[in-house]
Nanobody, 127 residues
């Protein structure tokens, strides 16, 4: 079954760090741009970051630039989101996504026809 499985979420204090992982069973993994989105309670799902199939191109939301870094390991079929300097407003369910597109186009696909979505992992930042 083709799917995306996220891990690494949890509870962290403001200013702390977390690393999310998303392991994909989609094939071939390196055909897909990968991305992270998030949805806070009562809000719409928003784009966080995306990375091209090769890993050479990344694109991030302004709200996380300089704090979050997306990367991928095609040998492990895994994409990562390193989150540093976490803020209270980063609290959300984080979703992994895959699509055959560019990172910039993926940024506009929060409600669009994404190829695959993960089930989500909760990130809670406390004061």
């Amino acid at each position: 079954q083709e799917q995306l499985v996220e891990s690494g979420g949890g509870l962290v204090q403001a200013g702390g760090s977390l690393r999310l992982s998303c392991t994909a069973s989609i094939r071939p993994f390196n055909n897909y741009a990968m991305g992270w989105f998030r949805q806070a309670p009562g809000k719409e799902r928003d784009f966080v970051a995306a990375i091209s199939w090769s890993g050479r191109i990344t694109y991030s939301a302004d709200s996380v630039k300089g704090r979050f870094t997306i990367s991928r390991d095609n040998a492990k079929n895994t994409v990562y989101l390193q989150m540093n300097s976490l803020k209270l407003e980063d609290t959300a369910v984080y979703y992994c996504a895959a699509a055959i597109t560019t990172p910039q186009t993926m940024a506009r696909m929060a409600d669009g026809p994404m190829g695959y979505w993960g089930q989500g992992t909760q990130v809670t930042v406390s004061s």
